[in-house]
């Protein structure tokens, strides 16, 4: 090739007319030529690029709109692409040249294995994430797009994923798209110096859901019918000692349910309470703030108890270490074929070890398709409707002002009703009403 490119005018159908058969070149930058290659029917667009080395690169880049312009290049297009062609080139390079190439299923790896470190370091053994479980099922499972490169990923390619999951209910399906879009972002997050810059939009913009799932998801996930009154709740702690005296657990079933329900927190902190956060005295008890999020700094919160809840807590508080679980369950071994016998006392360890009885729970109260979780939306709600700050709500639950206003602004407006009733005022004086219009 000549030091000095001669270049060619291609910018216009007329421009091009004018040449002779053959390939032309024209400079976008130094290292970067588009060319046009003319033939007897029409030309093509090719891109040259410099990669080192006196060695170019060249490849078509598609037909030009010599005679119709549907499916074909002008010359701004082909520019366009040209260039984002090469920056993709440029791209692959550095990635290769920092390690291997990052695709979804490495992305997933790393994320599943921070997922396992962190239950594990919660739980205080070995144990594998819920995401880990999901994310193998549903994406890792998906060769086509766990293979793909990072690098190559479409927003189109995770929208169609997401359709796959049409048949999951609501819940699930934004409990396995939420981890599968937080392993991406974070392996974005990770390459960002040689991943493209768009790569973050590109997740954003292929997790979104079109305005029929959006509606869809919303009425799926709705809080109305997990929203007890302090008459269900009721029902709820007697039923629970109703299955925890048949189903032989001592108390420990009742404890637990009792606690949801008076705090309002969620299990994996209500399993973590330590005897000496029961201050009796001072009728309140401290609940250890939630692994969520990025929280650095273990606090506690402290939670009014009633005089109810403390006497049910107090036969497990004495004689026991200051720093050992509050409450305990018995631990099964298995004997023989479907022979069991108690082993030893130890702490709840996950949120599934309660599903099963709270389902028996909730029938027995006559309240069948409740979760244990509803017992936190109605603590929330409860604060809401008898006037408590919003911000005081958000403290007590351990969560932001940002998600009580979310997802429970209905009930911010039932509960502030008499509040708001204040502002009204008499608008019309007495007898100033024109009779004309009777």
Not at 106 to 122: D, G, H, L, Q, V
Not at 191 to 210: E, M, N
Not at 215 to 226: D, E, P
Not at 277 to 298: E, F, L, T, W, Y
Request: aromatic share 6%; hydrophobic share 40%; net charge positive.
């Amino acid at each position: 090739m000549p030091k000095t490119l001669q270049e060619s005018p291609v910018t216009t159908r007329a421009s091009r007319m004018q040449l002779t058969e053959g390939l032309h070149w024209r400079q976008l930058d130094p290292d970067t030529h588009l060319g046009y290659r003319k033939g007897k029917r029409g030309g093509r667009w090719l891109l040259r690029y410099y990669v080192g080395s006196g060695t170019y690169r060249q490849q078509t880049i598609g037909t030009a709109d010599d005679i119709i312009s549907e499916g074909t290049f002008t010359y701004d297009e082909a520019c366009r692409l040209a260039r984002r062609k090469v920056i993709e080139a440029r791209q692959l390079v550095a990635i290769q040249a920092a390690g291997p190439v990052p695709t979804v299923k490495t992305a997933i790896a790393s994320y599943i294995e921070r997922c396992n470190a962190r239950a594990s370091a919660i739980a205080g053994r070995p144990i594998r994430s819920g995401a880990a479980g999901r994310l193998s099922m549903y994406v890792l499972a998906n060769s086509e797009l766990s293979d793909t490169p990072l690098h190559q990923l479409s927003d189109g390619s995770l929208r169609n994923w997401l359709k796959s999951l049409n048949c999951k209910s609501g819940a699930t399906r934004k409990r396995i798209s939420n981890d599968f879009r937080a392993a991406l972002n974070s392996a974005a997050d990770e390459g960002r110096r040689v991943l493209p810059a768009d790569l973050p939009v590109t997740i954003k913009h292929g997790f979104r859901y079109s305005e029929e799932d959006a509606v869809a998801l919303t009425q799926s996930s709705s809080k109305g019918n997990q929203i007890l009154s302090d008459k269900e709740v009721r029902w709820i702690i007697e039923a629970a000692k109703q299955t925890d005296f048949d189903g032989g657990w001592e108390g420990d079933l009742l404890r637990m349910i009792l606690l949801l329900g008076a705090t309002g927190a969620r299990f994996s902190q209500v399993r973590r309470i330590r005897v000496q956060d029961v201050q009796i005295i001072a009728s309140r008890i401290m609940i250890p703030s939630s692994a969520k999020g990025r929280k650095r700094d273990a606090r506690y919160i402290p939670v009014p108890l009633g005089a109810d809840v403390l006497a049910a807590l107090q036969p497990v508080m004495r004689d026991r270490d200051k720093m050992a679980p509050l409450l305990e369950k018995w631990h099964n071994v298995q004997i023989g074929p479907g022979k069991w016998r108690k082993s030893e006392r130890r702490a709840w360890r996950a949120s599934y070890e309660i599903t099963k009885p709270f389902k028996a729970i909730a029938e027995i109260a006559g309240l069948s398709g409740r979760t244990a979780y509803c017992l936190r939306h109605s603590s929330i709600v409860r604060h809401l409707r008898i006037g408590t700050p919003i911000r005081l709500v958000a403290a007590l639950h351990d969560t932001s002002v940002e998600m009580i206003e979310r997802h429970y602004s209905y009930w911010i407006a039932d509960g502030l009703e008499d509040i708001a009733a204040r502002a009204v005022v008499p608008l019309i004086s007495f007898g100033a009403i024109d009779t004309r219009f009777e």
